[in-house]
């Protein structure tokens, strides 16, 4: 590594210490999403991302890798309807999309983020990440 490079990779990392970012995480954001649930726990290969927004209910999926899968959003809600939300447009631009999931105000949901094959509705299971519960209030 040249000696500009060297300097320039120190002082991010340096900054993103600073305030408290690891660095993996920093590298990790300026490239793609980290939601609240990633593919893996390993910010480095956060192949799709979701994160619920309570106001309005909405889960926002990313695609963060053109890998040639989905991204797929699975779980359970508090309204027995089921949970399967995708996201197979790319991950061109933002890679986001967008879902209203119009809960009952006192419901919640249970979520795993995952791999998919769009064509098949097949998940890769080994992909998803750990479950997370949201409440929509």
């Known amino acids: 590594m040249n000696a500009r490079k060297w300097a320039l990779a120190v002082s991010a990392l340096t900054a993103a210490v600073a305030v408290g970012v690891p ?3 920093a590298q990790a ?3 793609r999403h980290v939601g609240d649930r990633c593919t893996s726990d390993n910010y480095t290969t956060c192949a799709g991302s979701a994160s619920f927004i309570k ?7 990313w695609d963060n890798k053109a ?7 699975i779980g359970d809600r508090s309204d027995g309807l089921p949970l399967k939300l995708w996201n197979h447009s790319g ?10 999931l119009n809960l ?4 919640w949901i249970r ?3 995952c791999l998919g094959e769009y064509s098949s509705k097949k998940v ?3 992909t998803c990440s750990a479950s997370k519960t949201e409440n929509a209030s």
Do not use: F, Q, R, W
């Not at 991950?91 to 209203?100: L, T």
């Open 23 to 25: 660095p993996a995480i």
């Open 29 to 31: 954001a300026a490239t």
């Open 55 to 61: 106001a309005g209910d909405h889960m926002l999926i």
């Open 67 to 73: 890998d040639g899968h989905s991204v797929v959003v």
């Open 91 to 100: 991950s061109d631009g933002d890679g986001k999309v967008d879902h209203n």
């Open 104 to 107: 009952p105000e006192n419901g």
């Open 111 to 113: 979520y795993k983020v």
């Open 124 to 126: 890769i299971a080994n």
